[in-house]
């Protein structure tokens, strides 16, 4: 069992930034994919990006590349998030997950924090 500790969240005005952290409970050796992944109010929940643990190969969601920036720490222990120029329609709550398994769907997976709140405001 894995555990995912959010923080970072606030409110930042338009073209501003911030950074989201994600502590993992336990060593992370037996992850597949760690992700960021968002749900704004009445939508489903998207896809940010995230990083394959095996060898750190970074993805992310089109709308999301030049924008926002995903790494780790060098203990494979903690997942980064940062954000730049940042949108009302980024306006979210942002949830770190962690998978063992592959899946094709990068919106599966079996662990997940509590969530942490962005808003941007224009």
């Known amino acids: 069992q894995v555990q995912l500790v959010e923080s970072g969240g606030g409110v930042v005005q338009a073209g501003g930034s911030l950074r989201l952290s994600c502590t993992a409970s336990?060593?992370?050796?037996?992850?597949?994919?760690m992700a960021w992944l968002r749900q704004a109010p009445g939508k489903g929940r998207e896809y940010v990006a995230g990083?394959?643990?095996?060898?750190?190969?970074?993805n992310y969601a089109d709308s999301m590349k030049g924008r926002f920036s995903v790494f780790r720490d060098d203990d494979k222990t903690t997942l980064y998030l940062q954000m730049n120029s940042l949108k009302p329609e980024d306006t979210a709550v942002y949830y770190c997950?962690?998978?063992?398994?592959?899946?094709?769907?990068?919106?599966?997976?079996?662990?997940w924090g509590q969530g942490t709140q962005v808003t941007v405001s224009s």
């Open positions: 336990r060593h992370t050796f037996s992850i597949d994919h």
């Open positions: 997950a962690a998978r063992h398994t592959y899946y094709s769907d990068l919106t599966t997976y079996d662990y």
């Open positions: 990083i394959w643990w095996s060898d750190a190969r970074t």
